[in-house]
């Protein structure tokens, strides 16, 4: 036997105006969990990423985990709020509702990859270096990966215009 019976509930008194205001909106979150679940769950992934990154030690010696664990749970916290947030975000909403599969299968990847590489070395070091390893990488070589890259495409431009003005040579001498 329920505990309330419809006799004894007591009715508030409302206006017409306040009703009118809440009958069109839920007094929960502005967005249903079902509409919002694999938002939220990434952000719980990345949380697990910035968690594994902290409370367990590196084997080796790796300066960039401690950055790596606050840039995860900045990640979190962005995902968590953009997601409670798609309702006004216009086309942002929608598109973020679409990559949260790939956001959560990412955070899963990067707390696995971590916690194989740095943490208790599961994979081979020189093969499989850890997240912040590479990371690493890119910081300390900054200038020398742009001097690469820059002088790899002005390579592979000259390329291309060698080859078009040899297959543009090419048509006159075969009109010829």
């Known amino acids: 036997m329920s505990m309330y019976s419809a006799s004894k509930t007591v009715a508030l008194p409302q206006s017409a105006e306040e009703g009118a205001a809440f009958a069109g909106r839920p007094l ?11 938002g939220i769950f ?8 910035g ?3 902290l409370l367990w030690e590196d084997l080796g010696d790796w ?8 840039a995860a749970f900045v990640m979190a916290a962005s995902l968590l709020a953009a997601t409670a947030s798609a309702k006004w975000l216009g086309r942002f909403g929608p598109g973020l509702k679409a990559r949260a599969p790939w956001l959560l299968a990412l955070g899963l990847f990067l ?12 994979l081979p070091l020189p093969f499989f270096p850890p997240p ?8 300390d070589m900054y200038a020398a990966l742009i001097v690469m890259s ?3 495409s002005g390579a592979i431009t000259l390329l ?6 040899l297959l543009v040579w090419q048509k006159g001498v075969v009109k010829w």
């Open 42 to 49: 990434a952000s719980f992934a990345w949380v697990a990423f």
């Open 160 to 165: 291309f215009r060698t080859r078009d003005r």
């Open 132 to 139: 912040q390893a590479i990371i690493e990488v890119y910081t």
């Open 28 to 38: 929960s979150l502005p967005l249903s969990f079902r509409a919002n679940g694999t």
């Open 150 to 152: 820059l002088l790899c």
């Open 111 to 122: 707390t696995l990859w971590e916690v194989a590489t740095a943490k208790f070395a599961w």
């Open 63 to 70: 300066s960039r985990t401690q950055g790596l664990a606050i």
């Open 51 to 53: 968690s594994s990154c």
